[in-house]
T-cell receptor, first 115, second 118 residues
Framework: AQKITQTQPGMFVQEKEAVTLDCTYDTSDPSYGLFWYKQPSSGEMIFLIYQGSYDQQNATEGRYSLNFQKARKSANLVISASQLGDSAMYFCAMREGRGDYKLSFGAGTTVTVRA | DVKVTQSSRYLVKRTGEKVFLECVQDMDHENMFWYRQDPGLGLRLIYFSYDVKMKEKGDIPEGYSVSREKKERFSLILESASTNQTSMYLC?????????????????FGPGTRLTVL
């Protein structure tokens, strides 16, 4: 079974608007971590934001915030005030448990920001 | 800043050749990982290593092997390259967190190697 599901292959957003990227996950482990990465056309994966399963508050990092709904097993990324440089592929990933540092990745969502 | 480097950005090899992909990190990270990335499939873990000379199979180890003789270097080896191994290969490294903390085990990635096997 897919551990991470990203249902939006591609999205368009107008510059300065907000965009939400969906991510749902599947795990029976009570301890897990959720990560979002950005991959520009250059290919390098850039870490954006992290949410731990026991974190009480939604994570925020600058223009990035994570809408964590534990009961729904969703961890959507919100990018506020989109910029042209936000055009990239975005990946959601999950690490299960405390002793295993492997990540499971979703298929990714391509975001194109329009001027 | 964490620096993960990979030996080549682009590589073209012939079927049956032995291929070495090198990855070096400069942050004294214990853990290192090799992924391949294919359109529509995201990143899939090939092998990973928790320590020098240690290796563990990931989700798709068939056709690959790895070597970790030094802490900072993790090599991916294609013993006999095949066309279905044409892909983007990404290396990553991370700490083993001593205490739970915010993104303590974040993986940091290299720029990737786009391998074409003809």
């Amino acid at each position: 079974a897919q551990k991470i599901t990203q249902t939006q292959p591609g999205m368009f957003v107008q510059e300065k608007e907000a965009v939400t990227l969906d991510c749902t996950y599947d795990t029976s482990d009570p301890s897990y971590g959720l990560f979002w990465y950005k991959q520009p056309s250059s290919g390098e994966m850039i870490f954006l934001i992290y949410q731990g399963s026991y974190d009480q508050q939604n994570a925020t990092e600058g223009r990035y915030s994570l809408n964590f709904q534990k009961a729904r097993k969703s961890a959507n990324l919100v990018i506020s005030a989109s910029q042209l440089g936000d055009s990239a592929m975005y990946f959601c990933a999950m690490r299960e448990g405390r002793g295993d540092y492997k990540l499971s990745f979703g298929a990714g969502t391509t975001v194109t920001v329009r001027a | 800043d964490v620096k993960v480097t990979q030996s080549s950005r682009y590589l073209v090899k012939r079927t049956g050749e032995k291929v070495f992909l090198e990855c070096v990190q400069d942050m004294d990270h214990e853990n290192m990982f090799w992924y391949r990335q294919d359109p529509g499939l995201g990143l899939r873990l090939i092998y990973f290593s928790y320590d020098v000379k240690m290796k563990e199979k990931g989700d798709i180890p068939e056709g690959y092997s790895v070597s970790r003789e030094k802490k900072e270097r993790f090599s991916l080896i294609l013993e006999s390259a095949s066309t279905n191994q044409t892909s983007m290969y990404l290396c990553a490294s991370s700490f083993t967190p001593r205490t739970s903390g915010r993104a303590a085990d974040t993986q940091y990635f290299g720029p990737g190697t786009r391998l074409t096997v003809l």
